[in-house]
């Protein structure tokens, strides 16, 4: 038995060898063609194509491997518009499936880099097909064969040993219940009841001690009054609240690492009272062609009644996403963000923290009265070249003058001094 | 000995109550808002933007302005986005906004941070998103347009109506962006193209 078992797996390593050696000598044969290919798509195509899906253009691997004629894609990767111009029906079936968006022309590319693109193409189309499959027999695929099948062996025997002991586990049970229903159970209640008598007269004998009552009872007073300062104190204080959102978006990655502007999204924090939430077409602005597999993405997606693989709008499937406002002041409180980000320039972070680090948003300042009070105390405001200010500083060039000024002058005849 | 047993046992109490009153006051739920007092202040009457609306039949606030509905001192940019309306834009569409130095500092700023994510400060197209993998754009001054003819002969028109309806990767900036805005930004990648 053992001879037999040694002498497949040689015979079996022989093959692989072959079969690995093989394909090093294709992969080697066509290296050079691929390799330019390659550097040419990430530089001219990438900025508009995917290989297996659907982004500005089609996905390159299928459409460039169903289109057998080269000398027709030639023509259209190196001068699409005159193709277009020349109403080629080919051309023109294409220019129309997308919207008439056209393609860049690359007329620097010789029809040698367009033939090393197409090798690449296909060659790589093909690569990534047969991937989920399991891939062609290489070296590596012999190497972690035989440990794959290990794992699950393993695993198995976990199971197996796993449901032996539930079994047993069970059986145990059902024998000590049939011993328990056999045994009688007085003596045992007899035992309960000494120990009820026995607490209670201990309780009674502590009660007798005034000292220690009047300690419990300051110690009780002193804990709930505490526990009452401390939850009045936090009643309507916010700080640390960090629901969970609908969609895990991180303000680690956007604008921690992507570096994205805080106004690129909440542009109303610039110009009203509300620093918006982004409507969705804002996100699509990148995620249209960026992590589209991504299910949270696909949320997005859902919510717009958008469909990645027609890049199709279905507005009767739209529903908004309910984002869970975090920092909400209640209505006796007036808060505008442009006088505080456009007036005094503050920096965003200045009240949200260091928002640039959170994975996941949470209220950084209290914002309570007393801690805005403290900031207004604090913070000089910046006069000279700030329109706000205008106004306010030539009414007091006038009153260090002595002339006359008004109620108007001091924006007494804005509408909300009277009507709000 | 009692009255040794009674201290320790007052003792005990009291650091228990302190252990109480630490637990109680330091164990916040974070996915919890807490107690409001007056909860009719914090969940308002008057709608936020950003707040949910029963009125209307989609459920938002924040509602789209009626479609042909112009506001008021609302440039209009009557091209529609296809091809045509690109190339008519082109000719006739001109920068409406004075060319001043403040217009030029704030069309620098927007473009900072509208636009620079994906094009790059100098706009060569190298944004810091384009580094993670985000498909880069052609640089205003060396890349060459999609719809033919080198960037930087792209004209105020042309690049008025690519921020206004976007093009290829590049989503619609519309929402984001007034008129003004965009004129603002179209001076600023004006002085990029000639990088």
């Given at each position: 038995m053992r001879n037999i078992s040694l002498l497949f797996k040689q015979f079996s390593r022989s093959v692989l060898l072959i079969a690995g050696l093989t394909a090093l000598s294709f992969a080697a044969h066509a290296q050079g063609d691929k390799a330019k290919g390659e550097a040419l798509y990430k530089a001219k195509c990438t900025a508009c194509h995917k290989l297996d899906q659907?982004?500005?253009?089609?996905?390159?691997?299928?459409?460039?491997?169903?289109?057998?004629?080269?000398?027709?894609?030639?023509?259209?990767?190196?001068?699409?518009?005159?193709?277009?111009?020349?109403?080629?029906?080919?051309?023109?079936?294409?220019?129309?499936?997308?919207?008439?968006?056209?393609?860049?022309?690359?007329?620097?590319?010789?029809?040698?880099?367009?033939?090393?693109?197409?090798?690449?193409?296909?060659?790589?189309?093909?690569?990534?097909?047969?991937?989920?499959?399991?891939?062609?027999?290489?070296?590596?695929?012999?190497?972690?064969?035989?440990?794959?099948?290990?794992?699950?062996?393993?695993?198995?025997?976990?199971?197996?040993?796993?449901?032996?002991i539930l079994v047993l586990n069970r059986a145990i049970g059902t024998l000590e219940r049939l011993l328990l229903n056999r045994k009688d159970l007085l003596p045992e209640e007899e035992v309960t009841d000494a120990v009820v008598i026995d607490r209670f007269a201990t309780f009674r004998r502590l009660l007798k001690n005034k000292k220690l009552v009047f300690f419990v009872v300051l110690a009780g007073v002193v804990a709930f009054g505490s526990w009452n300062w401390v939850t009045m104190w936090n009643t309507g204080v916010q700080q640390g609240y960090q629901p969970v959102q609908p969609i895990a978006y991180s303000h680690e990655l956007h604008a921690g690492v992507m570096k994205i502007n805080c106004q690129y999204c909440h542009g109303g924090a610039y110009k009203s009272k509300n620093a918006t939430i982004p409507s969705l077409n804002v996100c699509m602005n990148?995620?249209?062609?960026?992590?589209?597999?991504?299910?949270?993405?696909?949320?997005?997606?859902?919510?717009?009644?958008?469909?990645?693989?027609?890049?199709?709008?279905?507005?009767?499937?739209?529903?908004?996403?309910?984002?869970?406002?975090?920092?909400?002041?209640?209505?006796?409180?007036?808060?505008?963000?442009?006088?505080?980000?456009?007036?005094?320039?503050?920096?965003?972070?200045?009240?949200?923290?260091?928002?640039?680090?959170?994975?996941?948003?949470?209220?950084?300042?209290?914002?309570?009265?007393?801690?805005?009070?403290?900031?207004?105390?604090?913070?000089?405001?910046?006069?000279l070249g700030n329109a706000y200010y205008d106004n306010m500083l030539e009414v007091h060039e006038k009153l260090k003058k002595g002339e006359k000024v008004t109620a108007a002058m001091m924006g007494g005849l804005e509408c909300a001094k009277c009507h709000y | 000995m009692l009255a040794m047993m009674n201290k320790i046992r007052i003792f005990g109490a009291t650091m228990i109550a302190f252990a109480a009153v630490a637990v109680t006051s330091s164990c916040h739920d974070k996915r919890s808002t807490g107690w409001e007092y007056a909860p009719n202040m914090y969940e308002k009457i008057a709608y936020d933007p950003d707040q949910k609306n029963p009125n209307f039949k989609d459920g938002k606030t924040a509602q789209v302005p009626p479609a042909g509905t112009t506001?008021?001192?609302?440039?209009?940019?009557?091209?529609?986005?296809?091809?045509?309306?690109?190339?008519?834009?082109?000719?006739?569409?001109?920068?409406?906004?004075?060319?001043?130095?403040?217009?030029?500092?704030?069309?620098?700023?927007?473009?900072?941070?509208?636009?620079?994510?994906?094009?790059?400060?100098?706009?060569?197209?190298?944004?810091?998103?384009?580094?993670?993998?985000?498909?880069?754009?052609?640089?205003?001054?060396?890349?060459?347009?999609?719809?033919?003819?080198?960037?930087?002969?792209?004209?105020?028109?042309?690049?008025?109506?690519?921020?206004?309806?976007?093009v290829n990767a590049m989503g619609s900036y519309a929402s984001q962006l007034a008129p003004e805005e965009r004129w603002k930004i179209v001076m600023y990648v004006h002085k990029l193209q000639t990088l």
């Amino acid at each position: 038995m053992r001879n037999i078992s040694l002498l497949f797996k040689q015979f079996s390593r022989s093959v692989l060898l072959i079969a690995g050696l093989t394909a090093l000598s294709f992969a080697a044969h066509a290296q050079g063609d691929k390799a330019k290919g390659e550097a040419l798509y990430k530089a001219k195509c990438t900025a508009c194509h995917k290989l297996d899906q659907r982004s500005t253009g089609p996905a390159l691997g299928p459409i460039m491997t169903s289109e057998t004629d080269d000398k027709w894609l030639t023509k259209w990767i190196q001068n699409n518009q005159a193709l277009i111009a020349a109403k080629d029906p080919k051309a023109l079936k294409v220019y129309n499936e997308y919207n008439q968006a056209g393609m860049t022309v690359f007329t620097e590319l010789s029809d040698g880099d367009v033939a090393n693109i197409i090798t690449y193409v296909r060659e790589e189309w093909k690569v990534m097909q047969e991937k989920p499959k399991g891939g062609a027999a290489t070296g590596e695929v012999a190497d972690s064969g035989p440990s794959s099948s290990m794992v699950f062996a393993l695993i198995g025997i976990i199971i197996v040993a796993f449901i032996v002991i539930l079994v047993l586990n069970r059986a145990i049970g059902t024998l000590e219940r049939l011993l328990l229903n056999r045994k009688d159970l007085l003596p045992e209640e007899e035992v309960t009841d000494a120990v009820v008598i026995d607490r209670f007269a201990t309780f009674r004998r502590l009660l007798k001690n005034k000292k220690l009552v009047f300690f419990v009872v300051l110690a009780g007073v002193v804990a709930f009054g505490s526990w009452n300062w401390v939850t009045m104190w936090n009643t309507g204080v916010q700080q640390g609240y960090q629901p969970v959102q609908p969609i895990a978006y991180s303000h680690e990655l956007h604008a921690g690492v992507m570096k994205i502007n805080c106004q690129y999204c909440h542009g109303g924090a610039y110009k009203s009272k509300n620093a918006t939430i982004p409507s969705l077409n804002v996100c699509m602005n990148c995620h249209k062609v960026v992590k589209t597999e991504s299910p949270e993405i696909q949320k997005i997606y859902t919510a717009l009644g958008y469909d990645p693989g027609t890049q199709k709008y279905d507005t009767t499937k739209a529903r908004p996403i309910q984002w869970v406002r975090i920092h909400n002041l209640p209505d006796l409180a007036y808060f505008n963000h442009s006088q505080h980000v456009k007036v005094a320039g503050l920096e965003c972070q200045n009240c949200h923290g260091p928002i640039q680090t959170m994975k996941e948003v949470y209220q950084y300042s209290p914002l309570t009265m007393k801690w805005c009070i403290q900031c207004h105390k604090r913070t000089n405001i910046n006069g000279l070249g700030n329109a706000y200010y205008d106004n306010m500083l030539e009414v007091h060039e006038k009153l260090k003058k002595g002339e006359k000024v008004t109620a108007a002058m001091m924006g007494g005849l804005e509408c909300a001094k009277c009507h709000y | 000995m009692l009255a040794m047993m009674n201290k320790i046992r007052i003792f005990g109490a009291t650091m228990i109550a302190f252990a109480a009153v630490a637990v109680t006051s330091s164990c916040h739920d974070k996915r919890s808002t807490g107690w409001e007092y007056a909860p009719n202040m914090y969940e308002k009457i008057a709608y936020d933007p950003d707040q949910k609306n029963p009125n209307f039949k989609d459920g938002k606030t924040a509602q789209v302005p009626p479609a042909g509905t112009t506001p008021i001192g609302f440039t209009r940019f009557d091209y529609p986005n296809t091809r045509a309306g690109y190339d008519q834009a082109s000719l006739e569409v001109k920068n409406i906004i004075a060319q001043t130095q403040s217009n030029f500092a704030e069309g620098k700023l927007l473009y900072e941070h509208y636009c620079s994510p994906c094009h790059g400060e100098q706009g060569q197209g190298d944004g810091e998103v384009t580094k993670h993998g985000y498909p880069p754009p052609p640089s205003y001054s060396k890349g060459q347009s999609s719809r033919g003819g080198a960037m930087k002969d792209l004209t105020d028109g042309k690049i008025y109506h690519t921020i206004t309806y976007g093009v290829n990767a590049m989503g619609s900036y519309a929402s984001q962006l007034a008129p003004e805005e965009r004129w603002k930004i179209v001076m600023y990648v004006h002085k990029l193209q000639t990088l």
